[in-house]
């Protein structure tokens, strides 16, 4: 039974007063089952905020659109308070506690994906939240709740009628929230839009990449990231990732083309990507970009936090590095043919430019 790769775009599940959360699901998009991955997004309105909660998934978060506010606790630790903006990755390990708040007119988006082969279902995240109407003190009894945080039946009554929101509140009143520090930014943010270029190539594209070098925390999540920009009409190389990792990846703006080639040389995906998409790479099959004419920048998670790929073009492929005769014999070509080949794409690596 062959797999569906295609693209899909997330759908709401819960949310009203305050902002949305969508998530992709794994009866649409399979290979987030097989590759035991989750994907989601929360939409935060204007004083929108996002309840406490920890999930049973690491993830990396990514501020797709907007400004506003991370408080995070990992375990055993203070709160961190960090403002976070467009651009910003989060690694956010098993067990730490995570709450967000849009204070601006504007709408908050973040992008969620991360390793379930922990979670209670794979391909989904499951969220545990501390209060709200299907936090953790509605399902305690008022003896056990009395008794562990040593209150009166009628505060416990007090907490628990009051909180009537599901996962997302919308704030009214005067409640200030705790002020974002700069100190705690550090080692737990980077803002991939403004960060050091890994790949810089004129006319062709950009990259970002997240690894345990400029973002220490991805290594407890087991996961590295990268945010790729591509210039209008420029192709990124044909390649793969060799050391058995799946590449997840949300399209952020733009659209293009998209070619997987898989088992037996055969393409397996052929199609369409724009802004909103999501689509996975199986383990070493070879994908292939080509953007439209305004650009296309897409976010991607790959299943290892220092991934290292093989690319197929370019002057860093593999092709580049095997024998001319190796190469005669593989093609069935006479050494003319060999030299022609060779000779094309010596100065070009990774991404390539639209043709003249």
Not at 261 to 275: C, N, W
Request: aromatic share 8%; hydrophobic share 40%.
């Amino acid at each position: 039974m062959e797999i569906g790769l295609s693209p899909q775009l997330a759908k709401k599940v819960y949310g009203d007063n305050g902002g949305s959360y969508y998530s992709w699901s794994p009866s649409e998009l399979p290979m987030l089952r097989e590759g035991n991955i989750g994907a989601a997004k929360l939409a935060l309105e204007k004083n929108g905020f996002a309840l406490p909660r920890y999930s049973d998934s690491s993830k990396v978060a990514y501020v797709l659109q907007g400004s506003g506010i991370a408080g995070i606790v990992l375990p055993e630790s203070e709160e961190k308070v960090v403002a976070i903006k467009k651009g910003d990755a989060l690694a956010l390990p098993f067990g730490v506690v995570t709450w967000w708040y849009n204070k601006e007119e504007s709408e908050l988006v973040i992008l969620f994906l991360g390793d379930t082969s922990k979670a209670h279902k794979a391909g989904e995240f499951t969220d545990f939240f501390l209060t709200g109407s299907n936090g953790i003190f509605t399902g305690f009894s008022t003896e056990f709740v009395g008794r562990a945080w040593d209150l009166e039946e009628k505060d416990v009554k007090t907490l628990v009628g009051k909180q009537s929101g599901k996962g997302i509140v919308k704030l009214e009143g005067n409640i200030n929230l705790p002020q974002p520090k700069e100190e705690h930014r550090k080692g737990m943010v980077l803002n991939c839009e403004e960060a050091p270029l890994d790949v810089d190539i004129k006319n062709g594209g950009r990259v970002v990449v997240l690894n345990t070098k400029n973002l220490p925390l991805v290594g407890e999540v087991g996961l590295g990231a990268d945010l790729v920009r591509l210039d209008g009409k420029a192709m990124c190389s044909p390649g793969f990732s060799c050391d058995s990792a799946l590449q997840v990846t949300y399209i952020v703006r733009g659209s293009g083309r998209v070619q997987v080639v898989g088992v037996d040389g055969r393409r397996v995906l052929e199609t369409t990507i724009k802004a909103g998409n999501l689509f996975i790479v199986p383990r070493f099959f070879v994908v292939s970009k080509i953007a439209d004419p305004d650009g296309m920048a897409w976010f991607s998670i790959i299943t290892t936090p220092n991934p290292v790929f093989t690319h197929l073009a370019g002057s860093s492929s593999v092709w580049k590095a095997l024998s001319p005769t190796v190469l005669q014999a593989a093609f069935n070509v006479d050494a003319g043919v060999e030299q022609h080949f060779r000779s094309k794409r010596t100065a070009d690596a990774i991404f390539f430019s639209p043709p003249n």
